[in-house]
């Protein structure tokens, strides 16, 4: 069976640089992945990774949670994917975005390819896991219609603690608030959106967490042009190229070696991440 998009759908996306809601995952699935995000955090208290937990679930999960990198390879997720990518797909990064109940952590509106050091590629697609209810409420992310057919606009650094974002960066140009699009999911929906799309997100002002998990899909032939080198998992068809250092989904929760090589890729991409920052930052994205 095929979960391709339908034509009108990449019309779509091609014009509003977004979509949603798909229908990626039911609900017992998403009741599994709730109990594997409990027992990742179980495990980590176990071995004494309480404290860094925020951080490692926030960067390149699919490198160290085996259950993220398989989510990132099912096929209701891919055949859509490969329909705006094509055949030859790259996992580059996974990200949890937690917003615990009652919280201020919020998003400001930024560009996603502002500090990866990717350029202003459009072969790079976000698929954003809805694993609670999802709303204006809980705080959902807001879309701007057509905003990724603009090239990447200057940000500016806020280093505001209350923003999930590793400079609390924003865009330093008026964004249309009252056009933008409240991306409202149920668990278990997913939405995509453009590398270059305004986006943003209010506080959870709802009495339950709101947890999303960020896939960042790429082809082979986007470019690191900033850090060193750079790293991605091949999760369907060929890359021949040499942009990128191919990495094996992980083999069992917070491996040691495994851990050791999440850090140095972390360190590795930071060179993008930082650059021109003013302060040191917070969280990895
Ligand atoms: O989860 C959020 O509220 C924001 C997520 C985001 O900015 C992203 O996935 O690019």
Redesign the pocket.
Request: avoid cysteine; charge should be negative.
């Given at each position: 069976m095929s979960y391709a998009l339908e034509p009108e759908q990449v019309d779509q996306y091609q014009r509003d640089g977004f979509l949603f809601p798909l229908e990626v995952f039911d609900n017992n699935q998403v009741v599994n992945i709730l109990e594997q995000l409990e027992h990742t955090r179980t495990v980590a208290r176990e071995q004494g990774l309480e404290s860094e937990l925020t951080q490692l679930l926030r960067t390149n999960t699919h490198y160290i949670l085996p259950f993220v990198s398989e989510l990132a390879r099912a096929s209701q997720l891919l055949d859509r994917i490969e329909s705006i990518l094509g055949p030859n797909i790259l996992l580059w990064s996974a990200e949890f975005?937690i917003k615990a109940a009652h919280t201020d952590k919020i998003?400001s509106w930024h560009q996603?390819l502002t500090y990866w050091g990717l350029g202003e590629t459009d072969e790079e697609i976000?698929a954003?896991l809805a694993l609670s209810d999802v709303n204006v409420e809980s705080?959902c992310?807001r879309f701007v219609a057509g905003s990724h057919h603009q090239q990447i606009v200057p940000h500016r650094d806020t280093f505001d603690a209350a923003n999930?974002l590793s400079r609390g960066q924003e865009v330093a140009v008026d964004v249309e608030e009252d056009d933008a699009i409240d991306v409202i999911l149920q668990p278990g929906q997913v939405s995509f959106h453009h590398g270059r799309m305004f986006?943003a997100?209010g506080p959870n002002r709802s009495a339950r967490d709101r947890i999303?998990l960020?896939f960042r899909f790429i082809t082979p032939e986007v470019e690191q042009s900033v850090a060193k080198r750079d790293y991605a998992m091949l999760v369907r068809g060929i890359d021949r190229g040499k942009k990128w250092i191919h990495v094996a989904p992980p083999t069992r929760l917070f491996d040691p070696a495994e851990l050791e090589l999440h850090a140095r890729i972390r360190q590795d991409q930071f060179a993008a991440l930082a650059e021109g920052a003013e302060q040191e930052l917070y969280t990895a994205y």
């Open positions: 975005f998003v996603d976000t954003w705080g992310m999930l986006h997100s999303g960020a």
